[in-house]
C-alpha cells in the first residue's frame, strides 16, 4: 500500500458535481494498492494514519507536531489512487502494472475506511473508479508518504 497523507483545513470530493466526501481539519489521503497487499497492510495503514503526530498539540514548543488526527478531533478524507505505482523508469507514459486490478483494490480500500472508522475516525470517501475532482486547502503544508514496503525496515541509525 502507499499513500500521501496531507494535512488539511479542509477537503472534499466531488463526481460528476455530486459530493461524495467532504471533511473540515484533518488528513485527505490518497491512497494506492499493490496486488498482494491484504490484512497486514490494512491494520498497518490504518494505525499509521490514525496514530502519527502531525498535528500541533498543547507542547511546551510553539509549533511542535505532537498530536493525531484524533486527539485533535480531526477527519479522514480518503480517495483511491491507483497512479501512485507508477512506473515511469522507461518512455514518457507511465506504466501502471504494479497496481492491484479494481476488483482487488476496491475492496482493500474500503476496509482500510472501516479500519480507520474502527479507529474512531469520521471518514469520508471518493468513488473508486470515477473521476473526481478532489479540493483541498493544506495546512502547513504537511505532506507524509506512506508505502507498506517500509512496514518491517527498521529506521535508519
Not at 4 to 26: F, H, K, N
Not at 55 to 64: C, D, I, K, P, T
Not at 83 to 89: F, K, N, S
Request: with cysteine; charged share 25%; proline share 4%.
Amino acid at each position: 500500500m502507499r499513500a500521501v497523507m496531507q494535512r488539511v483545513l479542509r477537503a472534499s470530493v466531488t463526481v460528476d458535481g455530486v459530493s461524495t466526501g467532504a471533511i473540515e481539519d484533518g488528513l485527505l489521503v490518497y491512497l494506492g494498492v499493490a496486488p498482494n497487499d491484504g490484512d497486514a497492510e490494512v491494520e498497518w495503514f490504518a494505525r499509521k494514519v490514525s496514530e502519527m503526530r502531525i498535528f500541533e498539540g498543547v507542547s511546551e514548543r510553539a509549533g511542535q507536531m505532537d498530536r493525531s488526527v484524533g486527539e485533535v478531533g480531526g477527519a479522514v478524507l480518503v480517495v483511491s489512487q491507483f497512479t501512485l505505482y507508477a512506473d515511469t523508469r522507461k518512455g514518457r507514459r507511465p506504466s501502471f502494472i504494479d497496481a492491484a486490478a479494481p476488483e482487488v483494490a476496491a475492496p482493500l480500500i474500503e476496509r482500510c475506511m472501516e479500519a480507520l472508522r474502527s479507529c474512531g475516525l469520521c471518514v469520508e470517501g471518493g468513488r473508486f473508479g470515477a473521476h473526481m475532482l478532489v479540493d483541498a486547502v493544506n495546512d502547513g503544508p504537511v505532506t507524509i508518504l506512506l508505502d507498506s514496503e517500509e512496514m518491517g525496515r527498521p529506521r535508519r541509525g
